[in-house]
């Protein structure tokens, strides 16, 4: 149940684009950055560059300029697979009625104490 | 340098903003090149003295951010995250602004006469950025239907002037409008009518300094194509490399 992400008109599927497009033809690249130690990276945003080198060097100039980072991941838009939004209900649906999988759901007396 | 590259930064999120729905940056940067993409008509007044850099950041940077809050509640997310950055950036832009204004009016006469000068010169074209008035306003109507904008243009820029208003009385300046005065019942501020003549003028690109804005655009933008080509080019040799290994 996965679906292709499309790429932006114009935009090339490559990881590098083609030497005959002009040079805004660049790939896109999504932004994680990881705060800090012990956190995880998180989405930031996308931008455009010609390699993987220069897309984290512009992510660095764009996202991390008030201390926002300790760590960059650059990915390829084009390579992101994604879930489809139409279908989230029913993708997501069979958790919904299995209660049973909460620890919420299990009685446990209070002479017991914490569990 | 820390505001240009701030200001940089907004222009690159509004543009993966607008990329999210489907069209290209190079479709874009070829409407603004060729004068088929509106931007603020704020950016066509000239800036003669270093107390526009104060006046700029208080009351351009401050009115832009009233807006921008409203639209970090916008309804569609990409645009609405966008904002919540450059609202934090803005945030030190007003600051600064507001801190050079307090120093110069604070100063010797001539500079606390270039504070006034360059509020007299900022404070009605910063009233225009919030736009038409409601009735008048094309967009309006659509924007708020869609969530896109939760306040209409007159709500917010009665907020800005309530606000700078307060801020001015500070720095011991005087707005250039003789009919500002507070209104009891309302629990604001009245002020006097807008130039719309001018505001139309300048937004269709005819301000005192639209063409030499687009002249500029162009010029960096051809002067940086070499920049462009070289990183294509390494990234493909790279590439080229790795495939030969």
Redesign the interface.
């Known amino acids: 149940m996965v679906y292709e992400v499309h790429p932006?008109?114009?935009?090339s599927t490559d990881?590098?684009?083609d030497?005959e497009?002009?040079?805004?033809?660049?790939p896109?690249w999504e932004v994680f950055v990881r705060q800090r130690r012990g956190l995880n990276h998180v989405h930031a945003?996308?931008?455009?560059?010609?390699?993987a080198r220069?897309a984290l060097q512009s992510a660095r100039?764009?996202y991390t300029?008030r201390v926002e980072g300790t760590s960059i991941w650059v990915v390829p838009s084009a390579k992101i697979v994604a879930s489809d939004p139409e279908a989230a209900e029913s993708w997501f649906d069979p958790a919904a009625d299995k209660p049973y999988r909460h620890p919420t759901f299990y009685d446990i007396p209070d002479e017991v104490g914490h569990i | 340098m820390a505001k240009v590259q701030d200001e940089a930064g907004h222009g690159l999120y509004l543009y993966a903003a607008a990329e999210t729905l489907g069209v290209t940056r190079d479709d874009l940067m070829n409407r603004l090149h060729s004068g088929r993409q509106k931007y603020s008509s704020i950016f066509n007044y000239p800036t003669p003295t270093w107390a526009d850099m104060g006046a700029i950041g208080w009351l351009v940077d401050g009115a832009a951010i009233v807006n921008q809050l409203m639209l970090t509640r916008c309804s569609y997310g990409p645009y609405a995250r966008a904002m919540i950055k450059i609202c934090k950036e803005e945030s030190f832009h007003q600051r600064q602004g507001y801190e050079i204004m307090i120093t110069l009016s604070r100063g010797t006469e001539e500079q606390r006469a270039m504070a006034q000068d360059a509020l007299d010169r900022w404070w009605w074209p910063s009233l225009m950025m919030f736009g038409p008035h409601d009735v008048d306003s094309p967009h309006t109507e659509q924007s708020m239907a869609w969530n896109i904008k939760r306040q209409t243009n007159d709500e917010l820029r009665q907020e800005f002037v309530d606000m700078a208003v307060r801020q001015c009385d500070y720095l011991g300046l005087t707005i250039p409008d003789p009919d500002l005065v507070w209104n009891e019942d309302r629990e604001h501020y009245d002020f006097g009518p807008i130039d719309w003549d001018e505001f139309w003028v300048v937004a269709k690109g005819n301000g005192p300094m639209n063409r030499e804005c687009i002249d500029r655009k162009l010029a960096a933008w051809s002067e940086g194509a070499w920049v462009r080509e070289a990183s294509t080019a390494h990234a493909e040799k790279r590439r080229a490399r790795v495939e030969v290994a």
């Open positions: 932006a008109p114009g935009e990881d590098a684009p030497a497009k002009p040079a805004l033809g660049w896109l945003g996308s931008l455009h560059a010609s390699d220069t100039d764009v300029r």
